[in-house]
């Protein structure tokens, strides 16, 4: 039930329109009654309210946002068993406002299942997704862990594959071909397998690539490049931004 008690007016600060709100629209509906009167059950209801009247407008983006992290967490719970913690809903967010960025955490924070998580809940969603390990072992227990993730939420569809050293030669020929006709939703590799069979890689385009361990990776200017390159730069761009920066670490002054 909405507060009918006005002990506050704050002047321009509704968060929608910019105009005066009181303290109880703020708590109870979080807009000015000039966007919206009555009350609202949720933030996807006050959402779709704002948005059938005409008048979503400043609050359109966090709206979104917080709507696509619920949905997320949701998701998240229902695969693992528990709710994402406030770390891995931060990195949730940047992922939604598509931002590359390293995830700096102490081992046991949830980093790898974050990122396997979020590829196939990226992937449901027409995403197509690219998940690096350091290691023949980690692909295959990530994609019997994406396996048992699919067999929780009964999608037949998706298509999770991966390869690693040591595949039966038949399987692994079958999926070396799926990996050059882009026929998958989800790519399990290692980082090895990435500089060593570009080949068969560069022809996709991956709207989320997610590589753990990065700080391996990242010993190897030539995967930056290539990771780079699956996101959809041309190799110009991508030389261009390398000498840019080649150029200023040169003109740096010596400690």
């Known amino acids: 039930m909405e507060s009918t008690a006005t002990r506050a007016v704050y002047i321009g ?5 910019g105009g005066d709100i009181t303290d109880s629209e703020l708590l109870s509906r979080g807009v000015c ?3 919206l009167s009555g009350p609202v059950e949720s933030q996807l209801d006050l959402y779709e309210k ?5 008048k979503l407008i400043k609050f359109k983006e966090p709206l ?7 949905e997320f967490k949701e ?3 229902r695969l693992v068993g528990a709710n994402p913690w406030s770390l891995q809903e931060t990195w949730a967010r940047r992922v939604y406002l598509g931002r590359s960025f390293s995830i700096v955490a102490p081992t046991g924070m949830g980093k790898s299942m974050f990122g396997l998580v979020m590829c196939i809940y990226l992937a449901m969603k027409g995403r197509k997704c690219y998940f690096i390990v350091p290691s023949s072992l980690l692909v295959q227990h990530f994609l019997e862990r994406a396996n048992t993730f699919l067999e929780k939420i009964g999608d037949k569809k998706l298509r999770v594959i991966g390869y690693y050293s040591g595949m039966p030669k038949k399987e692994g020929e079958e999926i070396l071909e799926n990996i050059r006709s882009g026929n998958f939703d989800v790519l399990i590799t290692t980082d090895r397998f990435l500089y060593g069979r570009f080949d068969i890689l560069k022809n996709n385009s ?3 690539i997610f590589v753990d361990d990065v ?17 959809g730069y041309e190799p110009e761009i991508i030389d261009k931004v390398m000498r840019i920066i080649e150029l200023r670490r040169k003109k740096r002054p010596t400690e």
């Open 75 to 77: 998701f998240f719970k």
């Open 215 to 231: 700080d391996s990776f990242l010993k190897s200017p030539r995967n930056i490049d290539k990771v780079v390159m699956l996101m």
């Open 13 to 17: 600060c509704c968060p929608n329109c």
């Open 33 to 35: 009654q000039s966007c």
């Open 50 to 54: 704002l948005r059938r009247s005409g």
């Open 206 to 208: 991956f709207n989320f």
């Open 64 to 70: 979104e946002v917080n709507i696509w992290i619920s």
